[in-house]
């Protein structure tokens, strides 16, 4: 048998580590951005629920769409009555704080995820690392209602029991009885009293029937044709004396306005008059700058006798 030289063994080495370091290095391209991938984790507490059926690595979704898995589920060792569950979701997933978590079955196989339901635009983010309050499902909803259903119709058929029992039968016969007893009463009554009461009753027609004549007869319609000529004249009343105390609020307004008429105008004429006595001291000024322009040295001097001002 021909030996395997030192030289193949070492070739043989190289391929083995080169493959292997190949191999390697396909799976933590194929593998390893999952694992180095970035996920938000919440929690989820439910109380007094089966979560039967749902396992680690469950789906959880929001409105339908895979989002996330579960990645742990323990009983709260404080609360024995609670299951925890921890998920982890896609980083940036958008969870508001009014999201709830619902377990919901995902097929036939009793198979459960987890749903993630609400959630509103206007509503605050809620951080990961928070707890994510538990929902009920539609299953549930429907549990408790059948359960409050079954437990009032128990309680009609056990009331229904008793009634029907046979301590209770007797006292049902005999207030039937005494039922048929008064209406058997009450139609001798009727048939003795037959005439008083067709009487009565052409009574009652005969004072409707005048109530009726009372509400068209012509006396009834002066009197409320002469309240309305009452109401009107005093409404006329009213009306006039409010258009008198209007013209004298106008014709005092009418004076007040002259007199602030008057004193617009006398303040105008003292004003023009002002205005008059300031423009001429203005040219008296403007004259008196002109000839200082002119000769400095009038301000030592003064202005010399027959000097002409127009210099």
């Known amino acids: 048998m021909r030996e395997v030289s030192r030289a193949q063994r070492a070739r043989l080495g190289i391929f083995l580590i080169v493959s292997g370091g190949v191999l390697v290095l396909l799976l933590v391209l194929m593998t390893g951005t999952k694992f180095l991938e970035k996920r938000d984790k919440y929690s989820i507490r439910y109380r007094d629920v089966s979560v039967s059926g749902l396992e680690v690595g469950a789906q959880v979704k929001y409105h ?76 549930d909803l429907i549990t408790g209602k059948a359960e409050a259903v079954s437990e009032k119709l128990e309680l009609v058929l056990n009331n229904l029991a008793r009634l029907t029992a046979s301590e209770n039968q007797e006292r049902v016969l005999k207030a039937v009885d005494n039922a048929a007893l008064v209406l058997e009463d009450l139609h001798y009554t009727v048939a003795d009293n037959r005439d008083k009461i067709d009487r009565t009753f052409a009574n009652f027609e005969q004072a409707s029937q005048g109530l009726v004549e009372l509400a068209q007869s012509q006396a009834l319609r002066r009197a409320f044709a002469n309240l309305d000529t009452t109401t009107a004249a005093l409404q006329a009343a009213q009306i006039g004396k409010a258009i008198t105390d209007l013209q004298v609020a106008l014709q005092q307004a009418r004076t007040t306005f002259t007199h602030i008429d008057l004193t617009l105008l006398k303040g105008r004429h003292d004003i023009l008059t002002s205005l008059e006595v300031m423009r001429e001291s203005l040219d008296s000024f403007n004259e008196f700058t002109r000839l200082i322009a002119e000769d400095p040295s009038l301000l030592l001097r003064g202005k010399r006798v027959g000097e002409s001002t127009g210099r």
């Open 64 to 139: 339908g769409v895979r989002v996330g898995r579960v990645d742990e589920i323990q009983i709260d060792p404080k609360q024995i009555e609670t299951v925890v569950a921890t998920i982890s979701l896609e980083h940036g997933t958008p969870i508001k704080n009014d999201v709830q978590a619902v377990v919901s079955a995902f097929s036939l196989t009793g198979i459960k995820i987890i749903e993630l339901t609400g959630g509103s635009t206007e509503a605050a983010l809620l951080k990961p690392g928070s707890e994510i309050p538990a929902g009920q499902s539609s299953l």
